[in-house]
Nanobody
Framework: QVYLVESGGGSVQAGESLRLSCRTS????????MNWYRQAAGKQRDLVAT???????NYTDSVKGRFTISRDNARNTVYLQMNTLKPEDTAVYYC?????????WGQGTQVTVSS
């Protein structure tokens, strides 16, 4: 069974920080690209950050310089450090990966940023 479970969301004020975690099981974690997406209320789900098996990272323009994706292969966990949060970062954040052409999603964790 494949499981992806996010945690670390919450309600913060603009300018504050959060660190999200996605703990995985049932996969050979170290060989897979891991991704963070977010979906604001009433909007589409968009890619935020990705990290490859070799540690290479990419970010959507709106979070560059503020968010950092990382992975701990010993713990089968991917992280998203979110600094200088803005109200427009408010969304449900999802962990995602693909294995043999199938997409796997976590359940999501809510991030709310107030001004």
């Amino acid at each position: 069974q494949v499981y992806l479970v996010e945690s670390g969301g919450g309600s913060v004020q603009a300018g504050e920080s959060l660190r999200l975690s996605c703990r995985t099981s049932g996969i050979n974690f170290k060989i897979h690209r891991m991704n963070w997406y977010r979906q604001a209320a009433g909007k589409q789900r968009d890619l935020v950050a990705t990290i490859s098996s070799d540690g290479s990272t990419n970010y959507t323009d709106s979070v560059k310089g503020r968010f950092t994706i990382s992975r701990d292969n010993a713990r089968n966990t991917v992280y998203l450090q979110m600094n200088t949060l803005k109200p427009e970062d408010t969304a449900v954040y999802y962990c995602k990966t693909n294995i043999l052409g199938r997409t796997y999603w976590g359940q999501g964790t809510q991030v709310t940023v107030s001004s």
